[in-house]
């Protein structure tokens, strides 16, 4: 059981948006201003998309933005393309160490 | 361009240690903290721990307290993650993360260290 709540599955359509949800608590997502988002492609490394709730890393498209409000951080992706299909983990910073979502796979339809 | 390159893919047995590496470059090893996460097959990603190679200090997640040791040879500009009494629970991909300090965020990862624990 993870810490953090994501819905397992999302899916939308090339040119769609989807938001993806994170939900913690007031002692991980609520408490503090470090969510980050990273994206995983099969048999790859997760990359980082998003942290410190929304801001994008250089490189990474600006067609991904990150919110938060209350113990509920959100990955938006808009303009969907193909290559964005994967799986997305939100993450937090607690004061005694780092957790993870349960992980949302996103399918492009 | 900061790389994390681990060590290759271990089979071991159950109750035996597994220690796996992560050599970084590119960047100045001792400024960030290295953390360890990893993920079971067809599982979702999981804290192990960290390490500030400048201070030598490691702390873990509960669940892995007394079973885990991360350490770091500033020397080298490596990382070590060593866990012991493998169970087959144990069976992940291992990676290494340079981790940003108070802000927990991992911008850089190795290319993970699959572990297969098997009698």
């Known amino acids: 059981q993870s810490a953090l709540t994501q819905p397992a599955s999302v899916s939308g359509s090339p040119g769609q948006s989807i938001t993806i949800s994170c939900t913690g608590t007031s002692s991980d997502v609520g408490g503090y201003n470090y969510v980050s988002w990273y994206q995983q492609h099969p048999g790859k490394a997760p990359k980082l998309m998003i942290y410190?709730?929304?801001n994008r890393p250089s490189g990474v498209s600006n067609r991904f933005s990150g919110s938060k409000s209350g113990n509920t951080a959100s990955l938006t992706i808009s303009g969907l393309q193909a290559e964005d299909e994967a799986d997305y983990y939100c993450s937090s910073y607690t004061s005694s160490s780092t957790e993870f979502g349960g992980g949302t796979k996103l399918t492009v339809l | 361009q900061v790389q994390l390159v681990q060590s290759g893919a271990e089979v071991k047995k159950p109750g035996s240690s597994v220690k796996v590496s992560c050599k970084a470059s590119?960047?100045?090893?001792?400024?960030?903290?290295i953390s360890w996460v990893r993920q079971a097959p067809g599982q979702g990603l999981e804290w192990m721990g960290r390490i500030i190679p400048i201070l030598g200090i490691a702390n873990y997640a509960q669940k892995f307290q007394g079973r885990v040791t991360i350490t770091a040879d500033k020397s080298t500009s490596t990382a070590y993650m060593e866990l012991s009494s493998l169970r087959s629970e144990d069976t992940a991909v291992y990676y290494c993360?340079?981790?940003?300090?108070?802000?927990?965020?991992?911008?850089?990862w190795g290319q993970g260290t699959l572990v297969t624990v098997s009698s």
């Open positions: 590119g960047g100045t090893f001792s400024s960030y903290a």
């Open positions: 993360a340079r981790d940003g300090g108070v802000t927990r965020t991992f911008d850089y």
């Open positions: 410190e709730v929304s």
